[in-house]
């Protein structure tokens, strides 16, 4: 039978405070533990996301200095207010109801898989915020100069790390593959900067361009001070990221019923070519969900001849491991026959699109025009009024 489990169940050896995503056993070969039906509902049950004071009204930490309520994160990342930090406070808190609604639901699938992996690697489990900076979530993001995926790897970055990039795997769409490399890098700049903020700074812009910013400020290894020579969206990049943990840490907008529950998901590998639709079709689920987990898959299916892996939830895994063979006649993908079949149910991949400005027009024009809101334009495009110019190229659609 070849099908190998990878054992990335969330939660089986370790619980640790509530509202942290619990921790994975290790990485197993041909063997994936299972676990009872009172189990699964307990792991379901950890929030994937708890904000610090999520029991707590609001308004009672309205005289407790922005520096105390940071600190009662317990985070090794130095957080401090600054006026800019303060902007991007403000800006996160008046993005709209569907926007934090869409943050929350892929916080759900996302948080508990990212927090695992960043413990593993002894990362502060913070830096997951970086990934809502870098995408908002969303494993489809691609950045106007190419950047992919959740952590938006470029294509050669990605590929000097060890990444598969190519016609059938883009590992930067991966949920797993793309979190072990950020680590990887986090790792690689905090043992060049000793510091977090700039190591944070360097995912954005480079670690050649922070040392070129610390030459410049005459040696400086504080980001604040070395702030002034970086790129301009490197200098609002770590406020951002500052502002990110304090509004899902301490305002209304951190509170949500969809980060109350943690979808148990786990990667089970497979050597045989498996089309995506059909097996999802031969037990039960939709394949809507399971493409979408697996987004890294380009073609809709496992390749051939190689070991890949698909993230599942825990009862779909354990119901393609009991029916492993009979899933592998009814869904085998094999391209003379079936590669038709393929290109006309795939998904296919989401194009940028922009819109440069004309005399007249303004953000809410611009908004009906394309069906979206004023809110996601000025989200997308860093924007923190109304005011646009004519000749101005926008966002419009990720």
């Known amino acids: 039978m070849k099908l190998r489990a990878l054992g990335l169940v969330m939660g089986?050896?370790?619980?640790?405070?509530w509202g942290q995503a619990p921790l994975p056993p290790s990485y197993t070969v041909n063997s994936l533990t299972r676990i009872d039906s009172l189990t699964l509902q307990l792991l379901e049950e950890i929030p994937s996301h708890s904000p610090h004071f999520a029991s707590r009204d609001i308004s009672d930490q309205a005289e407790i200095p922005f520096a105390q309520r940071m600190e009662w994160l317990s985070s090794s990342i130095p957080y401090e207010y600054q006026q800019s930090v303060q902007k991007y406070i403000d800006f996160y808190s008046r993005l709209g109801d569907e926007y934090w609604e869409n943050i929350h639901q892929r916080m759900a699938l996302y948080f508990p898989i990212f927090e695992t992996i960043l413990d593993r690697h002894g990362l502060p489990t913070d830096l997951k915020y970086v990934s809502i900076i870098e995408s908002n979530l969303n494993p489809n993001a691609v950045s106007w100069c190419g950047a992919t995926g959740l952590w938006q790897f470029m294509p050669y970055t990605g590929k000097s790390?060890?990444?598969?990039?190519?016609g059938q795997i883009d590992h930067r769409k991966s949920i797993i593959e793309a979190t072990e490399t950020a680590c990887t890098y986090f790792e690689q700049s905090q043992s060049l900067f000793n510091d977090w903020l700039m190591s944070i700074a360097s995912y954005n812009c480079g670690a050649g361009n922070v040392k070129k910013a610390i030459r410049y400020s005459g040696g400086k290894t504080n980001f604040w001070e070395i702030s002034p020579y970086l790129p301009k969206e490197t200098q609002s990049y770590v406020p951002k990221f500052i502002a990110v943990a304090y509004v899902l840490n301490f305002t209304e907008r951190s509170n949500h019923a969809l980060s109350q529950r943690s979808e148990v998901l786990v990667s089970t590998a497979t050597e045989q070519a498996l089309y995506l639709p059909k097996v999802a079709g031969y037990l039960g689920a939709e394949s809507e969900e399971l493409l979408a987990l697996n987004r890294h898959l380009l073609g809709a299916h496992t390749p051939q001849a190689n070991t890949s892996s698909l993230i599942m939830p825990y009862q779909l895994s354990m119901h393609l491991c009991?029916?492993?063979?009979?899933?592998?006649?009814?869904?085998q993908w094999v391209p003379s026959t079936d590669v038709q079949t393929v290109q006309n149910v795939q998904t296919p991949k989401p194009i940028a699109k922009y819109h440069t400005v004309s005399s007249g027009q303004t953000l809410s024009s611009i908004s009906r025009k394309y069906g979206v809101s004023v809110a996601q334009i000025k989200q997308w495009n860093h924007l923190h009024n109304d005011v646009i110019r004519v000749g101005q190229r926008l966002i419009i659609r990720p």
């Open 322 to 331: 009991e029916s492993w063979d009979s899933t592998c006649a009814y869904a």
């Open 161 to 166: 790390m060890g990444m598969q990039i190519d």
């Open 12 to 17: 089986l050896l370790a619980f640790p405070a």
